[in-house]
T-cell receptor, first 116, second 114 residues
Framework: AQKVTQAQTEISVVEKEDVTLDCVYE???????LFWYKQPPSGELVFLIR??????QNEISGRYSWNFQKSTSSFNFTITASQVVDSAVYFC?????????????FGGGTRLMVKP | DSGVTQTPKHLITATGQRVTLRCSPR?????VYWYQQSLDQGLQFLIQ???????AKGNILERFSAQQFPDLHSELNLSSLELGDSALYFC?????????????FGSGTRLTVV
């Protein structure tokens, strides 16, 4: 069975600080996909990134970066120079094809509060 | 606009009632997924349909049911509603073509049971 763990339920930082959100996953499949979503206070789910299990290249997009390490089954997300607008709940999610379906399994989420 | 349309956006109803949530997937997507997000909770997978057939089932209560129609839109039916069913319900559809694989989420239906 697949599982995603986000051990940090809540993080509070001051604007301009760097912050890393941790994500650890479990799957028996060799082919799988990892995702990060942002859920601002308005409630919608905003897609941030997807990664497949064969692509361990780290990625940077502006102030956002992701570190994918298969050896530790982790897919961590770093925000550099955080801003108040980054305040949201962030979800890490996993999809594999081991089950009959290919649903996304979400972690419990990390609530990030960026204070001015 | 994400391409996945959920209606209604908000719904307030009384305990014991029945409601239907509707989802139209992104054009060309055959899979539809339903998720429930209770207050301060994570996203719980309820059920998946693929091209009209049930594909996978998660933690969906017996009071809840879903279906996907020939035009690929899906409906989630919630009956004998309880206060604890108050939640944000998301629908998503998926595309797995090589250039644009992933999941697209609707904006959700916020259900309040009073």
């Amino acid at each position: 069975a697949q599982k995603v763990t986000q051990a940090q339920t809540e993080i509070s930082v001051v604007e301009k600080e760097d912050v890393t959100l941790d994500c650890v996953y479990e799957t028996r499949d060799t082919t799988y996909y990892l995702f990060w979503y942002k859920q601002p206070p308005s409630g919608e789910l905003v897609f941030l990134i997807r990664r497949n299990s064969f692509d361990e290249q780290n990625e940077i997009s502006g102030r956002y970066s992701w570190n994918f390490q298969k050896s530790t089954s982790s897919f961590n997300f770093t925000i550099t120079a955080s801003q108040v607008v980054d305040s949201a709940v962030y979800f890490c999610a996993l999809s594999d094809f081991g089950n009959a379906g290919n649903m996304l399994t979400f972690g419990g989420g990390t609530r990030l509060m960026v204070k001015p | 606009d994400s391409g996945v349309t959920q209606t209604p956006k908000h719904l307030i109803t009384a305990t014991g009632q029945r409601v239907t949530l509707r989802c139209s997937p992104r054009s060309g997507d055959l899979s539809v997924y339903w998720y429930q997000q209770s207050l301060d909770q994570g996203l719980q997978f309820l059920i998946q349909y693929y091209n009209g057939e049930e594909r996978a089932k998660g933690n969906i209560l017996e009071r809840f049911s879903a279906q996907q129609f020939p035009d690929l839109h899906s409906e989630l039916n919630l009956s004998s509603l309880e206060l604890g069913d108050s939640a944000l319900y998301f629908c998503a559809s998926s595309s797995w073509d090589s250039s644009n694989y992933g999941y697209t989420f609707g904006s959700g239906t916020r259900l309040t049971v009073v």
